[in-house]
């Protein structure tokens, strides 16, 4: 199978040669179906987008409920797909990474995420701390981590929330202080994928006075002195990634470890949160896209009062308001993943936006599908119940949707 770097590496010297030729922009290829995910992608986007529903419905469907049943980490999975390079999809070449832009990792993303929601948000969470080493930190840190990240040989785990700071997130009350050729951090971080089973931590604490500009970013190992973890949560849904809470208590990390500038972490913290928002939002689209050609099935297959469920008009309308509101859903995760590989200034009210409505509208769409498939979408044989708990809590997670609201209005009413 090819992977992800060859693709990329292909990408690239195309580009070098259309620049040498100034041959004309590639035309994008259009098809006739609503639940066309290719819709408006370019050929080398669709043999990405190939890449990972091949690899999705390969490794991760036929094992989806057993995972989310048995609450298992897939890890032997997770590195066969390093293997193809989803452990760094826009991390640099030179550390492992795939070094593709934030579209074509969405892409990937909800192409993955057909096949299991949570192993692939965890993926994206794993990226997220890759990228952010691979932006901010210095470059001995990106040799000494990216490369056994990429790899998915090592794991990683973002560490905002608290279990007083959630939403509130600029207020947290972790502490970092600096003590000889260490920092001392003491406090808690809550719900956090991965916790105990990831090998590397990116967690934010307190180095300076109150507010966001007192907050620090420092990557900490499992293994360091004072660092320790809750017990596993028993969630609704994401099943297949461990959550816990991870406890500081006097855990001495080196200070060669501090990501960037002392008082840089609350920025870096949010510049990580633009793209998992595009993250989680591209999860939801898979989970929504994989529901909806579920109902799709069974309402063709699926009789009462002597017809298909397909031939009723309340069942077509319904359809089409869920392919309606699916394809809404990617254009603007679609668009906000463009202004985000721009480096557009207003793409944090974008990426609020896109989230808010694309988590909303996909969880409707598997509640919908549940809906269609009646009784039988009630019963753990199906895999549409677990599309639907898997998918809630992307309403909740990388920024709640009410605060989403609350970024896109700050926007709106700026001076």
């Known amino acids: 199978m090819t992977s992800l770097l060859h693709i990329a590496a292909r990408r690239a010297s195309t580009r070098l040669a259309r620049s040498a030729l100034a041959a004309p922009r590639q035309l994008r290829q259009f098809s006739t179906s609503p639940l066309d995910p290719s819709i408006g992608l370019t050929d080398d986007q669709k043999e990405l987008q190939s890449l990972a529903r091949t690899f999705a419905d390969n490794e991760f469907a036929p094992k989806m409920q057993e995972w ?31 070094g593709l832009g934030r579209l074509d990792t969405s892409i990937v993303f909800e192409a993955l995420s057909t096949g299991d929601v949570s192993t692939t948000a965890y993926i994206s969470i794993h990226n997220m701390c890759a990228w952010m ?48 050729s260490h920092y001392v951090l003491n406090g808690s971080k809550a719900f956090i994928s991965g916790g105990g089973s990831s090998d590397v931590y990116l967690i934010m604490a307190r180095t300076g006075g109150a507010g966001p500009k ?14 320790s973890f809750g017990k596993k949560e028993n969630k609704l849904g994401w099943n297949s ?21 002392e008082g840089q972490g609350f920025s870096i ?30 309402v063709k297959v699926r009789k009462q009062f002597n017809q298909s469920l397909a031939s009723f008009q309340n069942t077509q ?24 590989d721009q480096n557009h200034p207003d793409v944090a009210s974008f990426c609020a936006m896109a989230k808010l409505h694309a988590t909303d509208e996909c969880f409707r769409i598997c509640d919908d599908s549940l809906q269609l498939h009646g009784g039988y979408g009630y019963l753990k044989d199906y895999k549409v119940n677990v599309y639907l708990r898997d998918a809630r809590v992307h309403r909740i997670l990388e920024g709640t949707n ?13 001076d």
């Open 68 to 98: 989310d049943e048995n609450q298992h980490f897939p890890v032997d999975v997770l590195r066969k797909g390093a293997e193809l390079g989803f452990g760094g999809l826009y991390t640099r070449e030179d550390v492992g990474g795939a």
């Open 133 to 180: 080493i691979d932006t901010f930190g210095s470059e001995e840190q990106r040799l000494k981590y990216l490369p056994k990240l990429t790899s998915m040989e090592h794991f990683a785990s973002y560490c905002l929330t608290e279990p007083g700071a959630g939403s509130d997130a600029a207020n947290l009350a972790t502490t970092a202080v600096k003590k000889g």
């Open 214 to 227: 007192g907050i620090s970013c420092f990557i900490v190992e499992k293994g360091f002195k004072g660092l």
């Open 241 to 261: 990634q461990p959550t816990r809470a991870v406890i500081m208590e006097d855990c001495e990390v080196p200070a060669e470890n501090l990501v960037g500038a």
């Open 269 to 298: 913290a949010m510049k990580g949160l633009n793209g998992g928002r595009i993250n989680i939002g591209s999860c939801s689209l898979g989970a929504a896209q994989a529901s909806l050609e579920a109902a799709i099935e069974h």
């Open 317 to 340: 309308f319904k359809l089409a308001d869920m392919a309606t509101s699916l394809l809404s859903s990617r254009l603007m995760i679609r668009q906000a993943a463009t202004m985000l």
């Open 402 to 414: 009410e605060v989403m609201r609350m970024v896109a209005s700050r926007s709106l009413l700026a």
